[in-house]
Every structure is written in C-alpha cells, then in structure tokens.
C-alpha cells in the first residue's frame, strides 16, 4: 500500500517562503523582537535565530490538557519541563538557559493553527505537537518555518518532511507487529477474521493500512470499524464485531475508547485478545470499571517500552519523575515527553557545537544522527526522511500493580514483513 508525502504541496509552499523572505528581508533584519531572536552572531559567536537570544533557548508545546488526551498532555509537559529543569541546573545548552512555551489546543485544530502563529516566531522547535490531524494542518507551515517538530503522534503520512521528526515506529508497524504477536500466541490462525477498531484520521487509517497488509499475507481478513473521538460508547461495534465472528480485535483509538471495548466485549461474551496501538491505553483506566477485562484481554503495542523496565534510564527517570510529582501517574506520555526532550537537547547542542542554532542548523543536526539512543528504549536513525526512526515494538500488557500500569511481554523487535512492508509502500 502506498502512503502519498505531501510534497507537490510543500514545494508550492517552500517557493512561497522564499518569495516572501526576499520581500521581508530588509525590514527585519536588524530586528531581534519580530522573531523572537537575534538573527546576529551572539557575544559566544554563535549564530542565533528566531527562539534564540544571549541567554535563553525557547521550544514550544502544543498540547492537549482539555481534551480526549488531556491526561497524555499532562505527563508530557510535566516531563519536558522536568527536562528543561534538570538541563538549566547543569548549565543549560550552548551557555543559554531552556524555556518552554506551552499551548493548549485541546485537540482542536483549529485552535492549534491559532496557537502555532502565536508562539513559532518565538521559538526555535517543538519538542511535542499533540495529535496527527494537528500536525497535517500544519505541515506546511512547519515546513516553511524549517522548525523542527516531534510530533506525539505516529501517522506514516507525517514521514518525508525534513523538519517533521515522527519518533519510534509509525502506526501502520505497531499493528503489523500487533498481528504477528497474535499469530504467534496462536491466538489467530489462517482463515479467521480479525476487528479493527480505529479513529478516523491519519491516525487510524495508517493503522489499519499495517492490520490490512499483515491479514493479507497471513490469510486472514480484516473487518473495520470506524469511529469518532467523541464516540465513548463502543456498543455497537462490539455488536457488529460479534457478529462477523472476529477471533482477535485490533484498537486505535484513544483510552476511553480501549475501556469501552473491553469492558462490552467481556459483559456480551466476546471473549477474545483486543491488541492496542499505545495512544490508547493510560493506567488511569486500571481504576475503572473496565480494569479486569483489560488485565485478561488487553496486550498494547509500542515504540518504547513500560515505564516498569529495567532499563536504567527509565528506572532514572521514574524516580526522578515521582521526586518531582508525587502521587503522578507515570504512563507513557511521561516516557516519550522525556524522550523526545532529551532527543532536542541533543540536536541543540550539536547544532551549538557547529557554530550555529538557526532552525536550519537545528535540523540538519538533527539529520545527521543515525544512532540517536537516550537510554529510554532502542537507538533511532533520523538520516533516513521518509522511513520510520525504528522499526522495533514492544508488546506490553496492562497491569494495575505496576508503575505505569504497563509490564513488558516482549521486549522490542522487528515483526517478520516489516522491511518488506516498507519496501513495497516506497
């Protein structure tokens, strides 16, 4: 299957920029107030840009703290600023203190376009932008900026854009992954019918792009079922899924959503393994109604492990998490929040070390780091524009005694078909 990268667009868009550039050149560049920075060498000979003065680094957020994923918002911003804290209590980057300007879109785009034109004059790059349908309203502008994002979401649409760094695997991965644990639990087999759960949007339909391709070449068939955000109560599909006789059921939707589904599922008798992109599962649902039927049918998929590893930065991070925001859960937004800081203050001060932290200089930094590893999960390779960083999943599983709400079933691995998978969408 083949994903469309939105470049006729962005070319349109590129020679746009650089027409009004020319136009606006004269009158700002001796101001350092319209964008946010000097455009001028600072006293330490470092090229500066917009978000960059003498003595501060400012990033920007875009998040959702009032919306479907205002607890994933939450634990994000929480770990960024405990970044930015522990970093400026070290130094700070290149000499500069780290600032982070948060914005609250609530999953709304509109309100997220708005919130964009506010603060990108004044930063230099977005460590999070919550959302694909967030993201793909604002690619172009993104582009033309040359600001570097990390999205907090996993749409392969969101691949072949230099400033537009999808961290981790993509949606379409995790549930080719998703089908390939499921056979090898012999949980499904040739011939059986496999749900799919999804919201529209990117999000969704590069996930059922990943849970179609697998179904074909294991001999199985997909069933669809297309849902909103705002959809909570998922009666229906468990109806229709029934009906068509699914054996598994795949979910990309959002974590009321993933309760819903168990929690029907189990009281109507569809007892079968339900498979979760990682967007859809936060350890809040553990204190719900819904928390047995997860604990006996849920796995989730994911680019980065439990925040229950072993792994010796993530046990750091934990501790330092909890110090910092006692009785906090610690869930997956804290973990990739803190990954995807960590990864910008890396390509901050590479750029610094090259003399230069225009946003071109921050994102040719960032390019040029083919084995990008923090300690927080696998190495990623950021030279490679239209693939995925990793092609490695985990499997997880829920459980209520665990920090996080999540253990490790399978550590992080390539499923059989993916290299042939990407190879065949180009």
Known sequence: MNVTHPRSRTTRTAALAAALAAVLLAGTACSSKADGGSTDDAADGVKAGPGVSEKAIKLGALTDLTGPYAT????????????????????????????????????????????????????????????????????????????????????????????????????????????????????????????????EGDYGANALEGSEWAAEQAGMKVVGQKIKATDTDLSAQVSALRKAGVKAVLISAGPAQTASLAGVAAARGL?????????????????????????????????????????????????????KYPGEPVDSGVLSGYNAAQLMGSDLKKACEGGSLTREAVVKAHRSQKNADTGLGTPQNFSLVTEPASRSTYVLKPDAKAVGGLVVVEEAHKAPGVDAYLAARG
């Open 271 to 323: 007892q079968v393994p339900i498979v979760s992109s990682a967007p859809g599962y936060s350890p809040q649902l553990m204190k719900t109604p819904a928390a047995p039927a997860l604990e006996a049918m849920v796995h989730v998929v994911s680019a980065a492990p439990a925040t229950s590893s072993d792994l010796p930065g993530v046990k750091k991070m934990v501790a330092s998490y909890t110090k």
């Open 72 to 199: 994933l918002g939450k634990s994000i911003v929480q770990a960024q600023q405990m970044w930015a804290d522990e970093t400026n209590a070290a130094g700070g980057i290149c000499g500069r203190k780290v600032e982070i300007v948060v914005k609250d879109h609530g999953y709304d785009v509109q309100k997220a376009v708005t919130a964009y034109a506010d603060i990108s004059p004044d930063v230099v790059a977005l460590p999070q932008v919550i959302g694909s349908p967030v993201v793909a309203a604002l690619l172009d502008d993104i582009e033309r900026d040359h600001m570097l994002t990390f999205p907090q979401a996993w749409a392969a649409s969101l691949l072949g854009m230099d400033p537009v760094q999808v961290l981790g695997t993509t949606y379409d991965l995790d549930m080719i992954a998703a089908v390939d644990f499921l056979t090898r639990a012999k949980k499904i087999a040739k011939g059986d019918t496999i749900g799919h759960v999804y919201f």
